[in-house]
C-alpha cells in the first residue's frame, strides 16, 4: 500500500520529525525526504511541499524548530488586530536559545527576555503589547520599509480604539524597551490615541486643523447624548454648538458608514448642534482654507446662539 506522507502532518501541513518518525519508521521519513515528498525547513521539522509556501505553514514550521510564539505582525494578524500578516513569520525566542544565522529570508527571529501568551488558532503567541512593540521595533529598524512604519501605526491606533490594549501598559512596557527603534514616536503616538485620537487623519487634523488662532481649544472626541445614544464628535467647540468631524478617504466611502453618518448628524441637530464635515482630500490639499472654514462657522453658530432677543 503506497503510504502519502503528507497525512501525517496535520492541518497545519507541519510537524517535528521525531513524531512522524514514531509512526512511520526513520528509514521511510528519510526516503520521503531524499524523493521530495516531505520537506525540512528547519532541523527537526517536516512540512508539506505543496504548502511550503503558505504563511500558516511557514508559521507552524517555525514554532516547532524554535520552540518560541509567534510575535510581531504575525501574533498580531492571529489576535485579529491585522488584517494581513506579511509576507514574514516573526518567531520570538528567549535569550538562551541558539539560532543559526543561516535562516529562511521570510523568517525574521526576536530575542525576547519574556515569552509569555497564549494560543490563537492553534498557535503559540505572544500578548499584544509584545507583539505590538516587536511589529513597531522591525518596521523602524533597518529592514523597516515604509509601509512596514504604516502598518504599525495604523495597528496601534486601532488596538487601543478598540480597547484591546491600554495606553498605560504599552507606556509601561516602553519603559523598560529604552532601545526600541522609533520609541520616542511611539510614545507619542500612544499619548495622542489614548487620548482620542482614533485615525491617522485625526491625528493628522490634531496637528494641522483644531489649533485656530482666536477660536477656543477644540475638544476631541466629544461625548454628546443624543436620542440614538452616545455620539463621540472628532472634534467639537461646546460654546458654538458646533462638531467637526473628519471624514477619512476610505471608511466614508462606504454606503453603510455614509447613512450612520447623516443619522449622527441628524440626532446631533435635534440638539441644536451643527456638523461640520472635512473630508480627507480637501483637508490635505488646502488646509488654511479648512481651518477658515471651521473658524467661519464657530462665529457663524455663537452669534446666532448668543444673540440678543427683542424685547417685546
Known amino acids: 500500500m503506497v503510504v502519502d506522507p503528507t497525512t501525517l502532518l496535520g492541518r497545519d501541513g507541519a510537524r517535528r520529525s521525531s513524531e512522524v518518525v514514531l509512526v512511520s519508521g526513520r528509514s521511510s521519513v528519510v526516503r520521503w525526504v531524499r524523493s521530495g515528498r516531505l520537506l525540512r525547513p528547519f532541523p527537526g521539522v517536516l512540512v508539506d511541499p505543496a504548502r511550503a509556501q503558505d504563511w500558516r505553514v511557514r508559521a507552524a514550521a517555525a514554532v516547532l524548530w524554535s520552540g518560541g510564539r509567534l510575535t510581531g505582525r504575525s501574533a498580531l494578524h492571529l489576535a485579529d488586530l491585522l488584517g494581513e500578516p506579511g509576507p514574514r513569520v516573526h518567531i520570538g525566542v528567549p535569550p538562551s536559545r541558539h539560532v543559526a544565522v543561516t535562516r529562511p529570508p521570510w523568517l525574521v527571529v526576536h530575542v525576547r527576555r519574556e515569552l509569555s501568551g497564549l494560543v490563537r488558532r492553534g498557535l503559540a503567541v505572544v500578548d499584544d503589547v509584545a507583539a505590538l512593540l ?134 446631533a441637530l435635534a440638539l441644536d448642534w451643527a456638523t461640520l464635515r472635512i473630508d480627507f ?29 427683542a424685547v417685546i
Not at 286 to 305: K, N
Open 134 to 267: 516587536d511589529a513597531w521595533g522591525f518596521a523602524h529598524g533597518s529592514r523597516g520599509t515604509a509601509r512596514e512604519v504604516e502598518v504599525a501605526r495604523s495597528t496601534v491606533i486601532g488596538a487601543i480604539r478598540r480597547r484591546r490594549v491600554d495606553p498605560a501598559f504599552l507606556v509601561a512596557a516602553l519603559e523598560l524597551n529604552t532601545r526600541l527603534p522609533g520609541r520616542a514616536e511611539l510614545l507619542h503616538l500612544v499619548e495622542l490615541a489614548g487620548s482620542g485620537s482614533h485615525s491617522e487623519f485625526e491625528i493628522w487634523g490634531l496637528q494641522h486643523l483644531f489649533d485656530i488662532p482666536g477660536l477656543p481649544p477644540v475638544e476631541r472626541q466629544y461625548a454628546l447624548e443624543t436620542a440614538i445614544g452616545t455620539i463621540h464628535l472628532d472634534g467639537a467647540l461646546p460654546r458654538a454648538r458646533l462638531g467637526i468631524e473628519l471624514d477619512g478617504a476610505a471608511y466614508h466611502r462606504s454606503p453603510d458608514n455614509w447613512a450612520g453618518d447623516r443619522r449622527r448628524d441628524a440626532a
Open 281 to 309: 482630500r480637501r483637508a490635505h490639499e488646502a488646509p488654511a482654507a479648512a481651518r477658515a472654514e471651521i473658524a467661519a462657522a464657530y462665529w457663524a453658530r455663537l452669534s446666532r446662539i448668543e444673540r440678543p432677543r
